[in-house]
C-alpha cells in the first residue's frame, strides 16, 4: 500500500466549475497535510496546508481533512484555465522525522 | 519564505559519469532534503540534509550512489555517481521552513533535469 494515494486522472472541468482532488493516506498518526500545485516544467509549489479535522479555506480553494477515514480533499471553486497542473497531495507521517510524503499527483485540466 | 537557487538546471552526461548539483538558499535552514521526480511520477525523497552531520538516506538510496554534502546552513550538494540511463530524472533540492501558519512549508529548487545517455 503506497502512504499517500490520489487518482492519477486527468479530471477536466470546465471553466467556471468546481473541481474536486482527493487523497487518502496510510498513516492514522499522520498530522501535517499539504497540497501542492505543479506546473509543467515547474517545481511544486505549496497552496494550502491543513492540521485539523474540518475544512480549511483559502480564496478559492478549500481543504477538507477527516482523520478518521484517513482522507485528504482539495476544492477549487470557478476553475479558472490557470489552474491547471497537477496537483499533489502531501503528508508528514508519523514516524518521528520531518520528511514529507507526496502522493503521484492528480493532473486537472480546466477547459476555457 | 525561502528562495533556492539550483544548479545546474538541466545536464546530458554519459553512463558512468558523475554529476553534482548545487543548492544554495538566501537564509539560513536547518534541513534541506533532496528528491527525485522520475517522468510522470511523483516525488521520492532522497535522502535528508543535516549542517554537521551525515545525511539521513531514505529506503532504496546509499551514500556511495547518491553522496550529500551540507557543509553549512545555507548550501549543499547531491552528486549522483557512476550514472546510468535508470537515473535519468529531475533532482530537486527543497528546504523547510517552519514557524508561522504554515508550518513545515516545503519550498523548491527549480530542479535540475538530468538525462543519462
Known amino acids: 500500500q503506497k502512504e499517500v494515494e490520489q487518482n492519477s486522472g486527468p479530471l477536466s472541468v470546465p471553466e467556471g466549475a468546481i473541481a474536486s482532488l482527493n487523497c487518502t493516506y496510510s498513516?492514522?498518526?499522520?498530522?501535517?497535510f499539504f497540497w501542492y500545485r505543479q506546473y509543467s516544467g515547474k517545481s511544486p509549489e505549496l497552496i494550502m496546508s491543513?492540521?485539523?479535522?474540518g475544512d480549511k479555506e483559502d480564496g478559492r480553494f478549500t481543504a477538507q481533512l477527516n482523520k478518521a477515514s484517513q482522507y485528504v480533499s482539495l476544492l477549487i471553486r470557478d476553475s479558472q484555465p490557470s489552474d491547471s497542473a497537477t496537483y499533489l497531495c502531501?503528508?508528514?507521517?508519523?514516524?518521528?522525522?520531518?520528511?514529507?510524503?507526496f502522493g503521484a499527483g492528480t493532473r486537472l485540466f480546466v477547459k476555457a | 519564505s525561502a528562495v533556492i537557487s539550483q544548479k545546474p538546471s538541466r545536464d546530458i552526461c554519459q553512463r558512468g559519469t558523475s554529476l553534482t548539483i548545487q543548492c544554495q538558499v538566501d537564509s539560513q535552514v536547518t534541513m534541506m532534503f533532496w528528491y527525485r521526480q522520475q517522468p510522470g511520477q511523483s516525488l521520492t525523497l532522497i535522502a535528508t540534509?543535516?549542517?554537521?552531520?551525515?545525511?539521513?538516506?531514505e529506503s532504496g538510496f546509499v551514500i556511495d550512489k547518491f553522496p550529500i554534502s551540507r557543509p553549512n546552513l545555507t548550501f549543499s550538494t547531491l552528486t549522483v555517481s557512476n550514472m546510468s540511463p535508470e537515473d535519468s530524472s529531475i533532482y530537486l533540492c527543497?528546504?523547510?521552513?517552519?514557524?508561522?501558519?504554515?508550518?513545515?512549508?516545503?519550498?523548491f529548487g527549480s530542479g535540475t533535469q538530468l538525462s543519462v545517455l
Open positions: 540534509a543535516n549542517q554537521g552531520s551525515e545525511a539521513t538516506y
Open positions: 491543513i492540521y485539523s479535522n
Open positions: 527543497s528546504v523547510e521552513v517552519a514557524g508561522g501558519a504554515t508550518n513545515e512549508k516545503l519550498f
Open positions: 502531501a503528508v508528514i507521517p508519523n514516524t518521528g522525522g520531518f520528511k514529507t510524503i
Open positions: 498513516d492514522r498518526g499522520s498530522q501535517s
